[in-house]
């Protein structure tokens, strides 16, 4: 059975503050891990990761994937109040018919006080 | 802009009900999804679907049922709503062959 471990479960941070959220995984077959913001809302999509090792950045946020010790973290620098929110972690194997059957972590609670 | 319409933001429905939960994608995608939310749990795959009229059984089936008559359009089915399907329902669709999903807006269901 697939497995994600999303920690911590929440974190409390001020505005400028930098925050790691980690993702642990085991899953079968291995073919990409992806984040997700949820804010009241639908989640929305942030980056997908498939190879070890390439960071993936977009302004303030980067992610990177470490396949052989099954975890990938996400960053965000200089965090703002529009960052808080519910972050999301997912893998997803790979063989079938699995194309977008993801198996997801519990999330992250970031909340972010000015 | 596209977009997954989930039809009811809040349902309140009592034990023993059926319920249907819409979603309606209008980006042309093959595949569509059901997920739950619970607290703690994450998100859980209930039901997938890779075509029309087509089902395919996720993590936690039991007490569910879909209907895919039309490519746009999957329906979540609660036979008999019982208390512990008091949840956050989220519907997702994407292309075939691809992993990032859209999510709509979430259905947020009561049975009391």
């Known amino acids: 059975e697939d497995k994600v471990v999303q920690s911590p479960l929440s974190l409390v941070v001020h505005e400028g503050d930098t925050v790691t959220l980690n993702c642990s995984y085991e899953v079968t077959n291995f073919r990409s891990l992806l984040w997700y913001k949820q804010e009241k809302k639908a989640p929305t999509f942030l980056f997908m990761l498939?190879?070890?090792?390439i960071e993936k950045k977009s302004g303030r946020l980067s992610s990177i994937l470490d396949k052989k010790e099954l975890f990938s973290i996400l960053n965000i620098t200089a965090t703002q109040t529009g960052d808080s929110a519910v972050y999301l972690c997912a893998v997803e194997p790979a063989g079938g018919t699995s194309y977008g059957k993801l198996t997801f972590g519990q999330g992250t609670i970031l909340t972010v006080h000015p | 802009d596209v977009k997954v319409t989930q039809s009811s933001r809040y349902l309140v429905k009592r034990t023993g009900e059926k319920v249907f939960l819409e979603c309606v994608q209008d980006m042309d995608h093959e595949n569509m999804f059901w997920y739950r939310q619970d607290p703690g749990l994450g998100l859980r795959l209930i039901y997938f679907?890779?075509?029309?009229?087509?089902?395919e059984k996720g993590d936690i089936p039991e007490g569910y049922s879909v209907s895919r008559e039309k490519k746009e359009r999957f329906s979540l089915i609660l036979e008999s709503a019982s208390t512990n399907q008091t949840s956050m329902y989220l519907c997702?669709?994407?292309?075939?062959?691809?992993?990032?999903?859209?999510f709509g807006a979430g259905s947020r269901l009561t049975v009391l």
């Open positions: 997702a669709s994407s292309l075939p062959w691809a992993n990032v999903l859209t």
């Open positions: 679907s890779y075509d029309v009229k087509m089902k």
């Open positions: 498939t190879s070890s090792g």
